[in-house]
């Protein structure tokens, strides 16, 4: 059974960086593609970043630049290093996981990140 735990989600201030974690059970990362969904109440859920098993990346065209994927298999976790943090980026953070690219079958809880 995969669970997948977020943390790092915060308050801060335009132009701050957050890193936000997310641990997984077995061997989640090796095993699946990951990734990073936000949504904003209201709105409809918008793909963020992904990774697949073989450690390719893809960001969405709103966060190039500015925010970077990685995941460490030794510890089973996934990270979303965000910089340069807009007011837009405000949202509810999901990490998700599932055995093709962007099709998840497995979500966290998700994790709030506001920027002010």
């Known amino acids: 059974h995969v669970q997948l735990v977020e943390s790092g989600g915060d308050s801060v201030e335009a132009g701050g960086s957050l890193t936000l974690s997310c641990a997984g059970s077995g061997h989640t990362t090796s095993g699946y593609c990951m990734g990073w969904i936000r949504q904003v109440p209201g709105k409809e859920r918008e793909g963020v970043a992904a990774i697949g098993m073989d450690g390719r990346a893809r960001l969405a065209d709103s966060v190039k630049g500015r925010f970077t994927i990685s995941k460490d298999n030794a510890k089973n976790t996934l990270y979303l290093q965000m910089n340069n943090l807009k007011p837009e980026d405000t949202a509810v953070y999901y990490c998700?996981?599932?055995?093709?690219?962007?099709?998840?079958?497995?979500w966290g809880q998700g994790t709030q990140v506001t920027v002010s």
């Open positions: 998700a996981a599932g055995l093709f690219l962007v099709l998840y079958t497995h």
